[in-house]
């Protein structure tokens, strides 16, 4: 069985230990991925594994005749052939064999039929024609064709010059010539990164039938779910397996980490103590030696340290400006490009607080109408408008492009942060993966993923209460979708956004809106809305395919809009009624709060008097009712706490 196995390896870059005494074990039916923080070592084991990379030290045992193949997280590009000739190049060793194998087949012709030479040619040509038909060569344009069109390629892309398509789709072919080389051993770095949910869905289904192994590094969690049964987690140069899915491993490593926290914990309270006594005594001749063995102790301590990966920082944006009821609303929209139609007739309305997902396949038009929403494409038909006060942000993955200058990464978010957030910008950075070193360097430098990430953090920073996100979690690791998951949650304004991550779309959405394309005239494009989070509107279309009519479609927005509103105003007009119970129980508990902190203040008074700590039955006395007054005082100020942040979650709501 094909395999590749690695012990004991290590790899260091200068004085960094990146790689340290680790072993791994892939084979056929393999299904793992490689987690950890940006940085910790993932590609680099890549790359080892690969053999582009050659370790310092270790072990590392391949199956004869193993054939592993890699997909890097970036930086191919191809040109000079078309799609179709870009893919065919993938069979070219299997033409090469079959050149070899019509050589032997000459030699066997004229070979003597009793000689010993003969049967090992025919062992050898009949291994070379079974090796060529393993690997779909003659079956190879229906395979060609069926993974270009998996990934995503059209029809009409396949006489394409290679050159003209962009980097994202230049890692589409890449991954495509990956998967159709059909190796024993697929190592892929972020293959879905350029990939949009029915490419995903292609490819996870493609893996589940895959004879071979894998191992894989994503930040998509349902991918990796669905994909993998073993996580290795990379961690200060080391490797650790668990066994399961990623979020089986996410919740066994929490449980690692409450221990570790823990640890950590302790242990800094040991080291503050020491370092106290140190300070203490180092000084005092007496006390010299102790002093020195205090610090020897701490010197060879076992410093704990908590994985990157899995501190979960809590950032906070600025609160969103007073929003109207409605906060948008679309009437007859419809948008073509030459005889493609993306949008037609649509109809819609979105109240304040909604977070609507939009989604269907590539040019179903959910960026078009995103740009629409947002102002920036103003050719379309019928009329978008907005309820009053609504102040609108929009993120695209186009943003990267208007980063520009000279100034460091965190001069630039300190220039555009609100004078109250100034403090928190190092964390809220180091949260979208800009950490170190990496805020110091000039914006005009940054690579495309980070000039996206430093965008959609310029635009959080801003008071706004409609965020407009196309593809918000692209170049953002698992920890980072998760900040930005829980931030979006308790963002109190409007979202609408398209992406392609499954578990960040099932999360986030409240509401989804489904496009499909229009094919001509006698077919306009359709839209659909579903009352539901993502996982609903998936539920619904697998199992339910009635009320296909676009008109019905759109008529049953607006109609299915208006019952929502009318609940959302009776919802609001009982939140009033529990705000004002809330603030006349508040003002009963202030009141009584007052009258034991006069009471307070009387009894300490009491006690400090001469006739009362002079006599110590008195003093007894009055020190217990003092301890009462206090505890009660106590209870009351907790008491309140609660109805004050109940009230504030109310009066934020409303």
């Known amino acids: 069985m094909a395999f590749v196995q690695f012990s004991k390896v290590s790899l260091a ?34 790359k080892v594994i690969a053999g582009e990379l050659s370790a310092d030290s270790g072990d590392r045992a391949m199956q004869r005749g193993t054939r592993v193949s890699y997909l890097p997280q970036s930086g191919i590009v191809h040109r000079g052939k078309s799609l179709r000739d870009e893919a065919e190049t993938v069979f070219a060793p ?46 190879r344009e229906a395979l060609i064709g069926s993974v270009l069109t998996g990934l995503g390629f059209a029809s009409g892309d396949m006489d394409r010059d290679t050159g003209e398509f962009s980097g994202g789709w230049q890692m589409r072919i890449a991954l495509a010539k990956v998967l159709l080389e059909q190796p024993d051993i697929l190592l892929l770095d972020e293959p879905t990164n350029y990939l949009d ?32 049964n073993e996580v290795y987690e990379v961690f200060q140069g080391n490797l650790k397996r668990y066994a399961g899915n990623y979020s089986a491993y996410e919740k066994i490593r929490q449980q690692e980490l409450a221990g570790l926290m823990k640890r950590y914990a ?11 006594l140190i300070r203490r005594f180092r000084y005092k001749a007496s006390k010299a030696a102790f002093a020195q063995e205090l610090i020897k102790r701490l010197e060879k301590m076992e410093r704990v340290e908590i994985p990157e990966s899995l501190k979960k920082i809590h950032i906070t944006f600025p609160p969103p400006p007073h929003s109207p009821r409605v906060a948008l609303t679309i009437n007859g929209l419809g948008k073509s490009y030459g005889d493609r139609n993306v949008l037609s007739g649509l109809d819609l309305s979105i109240d304040s607080g909604e977070r609507l997902v939009v989604v269907g396949p590539n040019g179903a038009g959910k960026t078009s109408l995103l740009r629409i929403i947002s102002g920036s494409d103003h050719h379309f038909e019928g009329t978008v408008q907005f309820g009053q006060g609504i102040s609108a942000g929009y993120f695209s993955q186009d943003a990267a492009e208007a980063m520009t200058g000279s100034e460091q990464v965190l001069e630039f978010m300190e220039a555009e942060a ?5 403090p928190k910008v190092r964390d809220m950075l180091g949260a979208f ?32 209460n409609l965020l407009i996100l196309d593809e918000p979690t692209n170049h953002l690791d698992l920890n980072s979708k998760d900040i930005l998951l829980d931030t979006l949650a308790q963002f109190k304004g409007t979202i609408i956004f398209v992406s392609h991550d499954r578990a960040f779309m099932e999360a986030l959405s409240t509401k989804t809106l489904e496009l499909s394309p229009g094919s001509g005239i006698q077919c306009p494009a ?18 339910d395919t009635t009320n296909d009519n676009p008109i019905t479609d759109n008529t049953m927005i607006a109609a299915n809009t208006r019952t929502f509103a009318a609940e959302h105003r009776m919802q609001g007009k009982q939140r009033q009624a529990e705000i004002r119970r809330l603030e006349r129980q508040e003002a009963e508990v202030l009141s009584a709060i007052e009258k034991l902190e006069t009471e307070k203040s009387c009894r300490e008074a009491e006690l400090s ?20 007054c206090s505890a009660a005082l106590a209870a009351k100020t907790g008491e309140w706490e609660t109805l004050a942040a109940q009230l504030e979650s109310l009066r934020a709501d409303s």
């Not at 200068?14 to 993932?42: E, M, P, Q």
């Not at 359709?526 to 199992?543: D, S, V």
């Not at 008097?609 to 009462?628: M, R």
């Open 266 to 276: 302790e242990q800094q309270e040991e080291i503050v103590k020491t370092e106290a």
């Open 13 to 46: 870059f200068g004085d960094r230990d990146i790689l340290k005494d680790v072993s791994l074990h892939l084979a056929a039916g393999s299904r793992a991925c490689l987690a950890g923080a940006n940085g910790s070592g993932k590609s680099t084991l890549m």
């Open 418 to 422: 609100p004078m109250a957030l100034i």
């Open 526 to 543: 359709r839209a659909k809305l579903f009352y539901g989070n993502y996982g609903y509107y998936l539920e619904k279309i697998n199992g």
């Open 197 to 228: 949910i029915e490419a995903r869905t292609w490819l996870e289904n493609w893996l589940k039938k895959f004879p071979g192994g894998c191992l894989l590094v994503s930040h998509d969690r349902y991918f990796l779910d669905v994909t993998v």
């Open 433 to 464: 993966l800009f950490r170190g070193d990496d805020v110091y360097k000039p914006v005009s430098v940054l690579s495309g993923g980070e000039k996206s990430r430093l965008a959609l953090l310029r635009m959080l920073l801003k008071p706004m």
């Open 94 to 139: 299997m033409r090469a064999l079959l050149a070899e194998a019509e050589k032997i087949g000459g030699l066997l012709e004229s070979a003597q039929s009793d000689g010993g030479s003969v049967a090992a040619l025919v062992e050898e040509h009949h291994r070379l024609q079974e090796q060529v038909e393993h690997s779909g060569y003659y079956h």
């Open 609 to 628: 008097s001469p006739a009362v700590y002079a006599n110590g039955e008195k003093a007894k006395i009055v020190k217990q009712k003092l301890d009462e």
